[in-house]
Nanobody, 124 residues
Framework: QVQLVESGGGLVQPGGSLRLSCAAS????????MNWYRQAPGKQREWVAG????????NYADSVKGRFTISRDNAKNTVYLQMNSLKPEDTAVYYC?????????????????WGQGTQVTVSS
């Protein structure tokens, strides 16, 4: 059994910052490529940012480019999302997902299920 737990959300004023964490646990050798997503009320879930397995390449949605930074700590099987210059339109529940290695010899497999997410509210 593997699971993803997101944390770090909260209420912040426009222009403020938050750092989200996504910790993977269970029968995991290591996490591989990981992504952050978000879902605003009444909208579909959208991709926000991604990072490759070795962390050498990151990609961002145009809406967050230059403001958000995705990073990872492989020793902790944790991915982060540093969010700066937050805007009201960033308000959403943020989720992470991706794939992982069950052991050193296996191919990566998807986490599949979603965590509970963490709520980010940007409001004055």
């Amino acid at each position: 059994q593997v699971q993803l737990v997101e944390s770090g959300g909260g209420l912040v004023q426009p222009g403020g910052s938050l750092r989200l964490s996504c910790a993977a646990s269970g029968s995991i050798f290591s996490i591989n490529a990981m992504n952050w997503y978000r879902q605003a009320p009444g909208k579909q879930r959208e991709w926000v940012a991604g990072i490759t397995g070795r962390g050498g390449t990151t990609n961002y949605a145009d809406s967050v480019k230059g403001r958000f930074t995705i990073s990872r700590d492989n020793a902790k099987n944790t991915v982060y999302l540093q969010m700066n210059s937050l805007k009201p339109e960033d308000t959403a529940v943020y989720y992470c997902n991706g794939n992982y290695y069950r052991d050193a010899l296996s191919l990566p497999r998807d986490f599949g299920s979603w965590g509970q997410g963490t709520q980010v509210t940007v409001s004055s």
